[in-house]
């Protein structure tokens, strides 16, 4: 996957216009995170199995390292029942923790069960499912951590007015005009005033990642 832009770095090559353009889209606006990537693909026949990052994982990797043997555990201890509900047909991908700790950030909470819930993806077409009730759905039958958005739909005049606002202001100017010189935690606190806490965090100034800007066409692009 091509690194992601920043909305600041693409209002510099691209402008006022574009950026605006791109606001006026369908909007999911979710925390990214640290932690382990994990997927348990569902083939047609419902067939489970389990991939990281990079592939799949073999045997040798599960005794060697022994990393996934929660997760794959818990799957495979999944009630019959739950197991027959599972999309066939279909990839889905988490976040594993097995600490609280996460390369430099330390998390307050591990999320239920060690795992959230991130992308639901069809294999034959490879479609992204972003339909949050279904990937809700999903994380309550699985009883994990349903995925962190922050924001779902369409933005109103005066949020797409503040983000422009931020990004169009230099960075010496942020903390004096803002408060704050983090995008992240002015675009949290303007989407929702009442925000306490992020997905893992227990305080919204405590570090997280960084938040994730994905924007839907009409199209389906």
């Not at 382990?36 to 045997?59: A, P, Q, W, Y």
């Not at 991908?93 to 996460?102: A, D, L, N, V, W």
């Not at 809700?136 to 606002?165: C, F, H, M």
Request: overall charge positive; aromatic content about 10%.
């Amino acid at each position: 996957m091509a690194e992601l832009a920043s909305l600041k770095n693409l209002f510099d090559k691209e402008g006022s216009q574009f950026i605006t353009k791109l606001l006026n889209e369908f909007v999911i606006i979710t925390e990214k995170l640290k932690g382990v990537r994990f997927c348990v693909e569902i083939n047609d026949k419902g067939e489970m199995s389990f991939l990281k990052k990079d592939g799949i994982i073999t045997k040798v990797e599960r005794t060697l390292t022994r990393l996934y043997e929660e997760p794959i555990k818990y799957f495979n201890s999944l009630p019959q029942d739950v197991k027959d509900k599972l999309p066939k047909g279909y990839r889905i991908g988490f976040r594993y923790y097995h600490s609280k700790e996460q390369d430099l950030i330390v998390y307050d909470r591990l999320p239920i069960n060690g795992l959230i819930l991130t992308d639901l993806k069809r294999l034959s077409t490879g479609k992204v499912i972003d339909d949050l009730s279904i990937l809700n759905g999903l994380s309550d039958l699985l009883r994990v951590q349903s995925p962190p958005v922050i924001w779902y739909g369409e933005l109103d005049g005066a949020q797409k007015t503040r983000i422009l606002d931020f990004i169009k202001t230099p960075e010496d100017q942020l903390q004096k005009k803002f408060k704050t010189t983090s995008f992240t935690r002015y675009v949290m606190a303007m989407l929702n005033p009442d925000v306490k806490k992020t997905a893992l965090q227990n305080d919204v100034d405590k570090p997280i990642d960084s938040i994730v800007f994905k924007f839907l066409t009409d199209d389906g692009k």
